[in-house]
Nanobody, 120 residues
Framework: QVQLVGSGGGLVQPGGSLRLSCAAS????????MGWYRQAPGKQRELVAT???????NYADAVKGRFTISRDNAKKMVNLQMNSLKPEDTAVYYC??????????????WGQGTQVTVSS
């Protein structure tokens, strides 16, 4: 069994900061790309940022320069530092990981989602 558990969401005022974390656990042989996606009410889930095991990053245009993704391969964790938050960043944020398990089966896993609300 593989699990992703995210944390760190909450309510913040515009211009504020939040840090999301996600830990992968279970029968993990290796984690390839990890990342964060978000889904606002009435909208489709969209990519926020991804990071490969080698540290290459990719960001959505809407968050470039404000969000920073990082990972700790040893701890199998991925983090998202969100600065200069805007009301349009309000969404449920989901962590995602491309994982190969001990049976050598490879698939995407999703965390449970954490709410981020940016409002005054």
């Amino acid at each position: 069994q593989v699990q992703l558990v995210g944390s760190g969401g909450g309510l913040v005022q515009p211009g504020g900061s939040l840090r999301l974390s996600c830990a992968a656990s279970g029968s993990i042989l290796s984690a390839y790309a990890m990342g964060w996606y978000r889904q606002a009410p009435g909208k489709q889930r969209e990519l926020v940022a991804t990071i490969t095991s080698g540290g290459n990053t990719n960001y959505a245009d809407a968050v470039k320069g404000r969000f920073t993704i990082s990972r700790d391969n040893a701890k199998k964790m991925v983090n998202l530092q969100m600065n200069s938050l805007k009301p349009e960043d309000t969404a449920v944020y989901y962590c995602n990981a491309d994982i190969i398990d001990f049976r050598h089966a490879r698939r995407d896993y999703w965390g449970q989602g954490t709410q981020v609300t940016v409002s005054s």
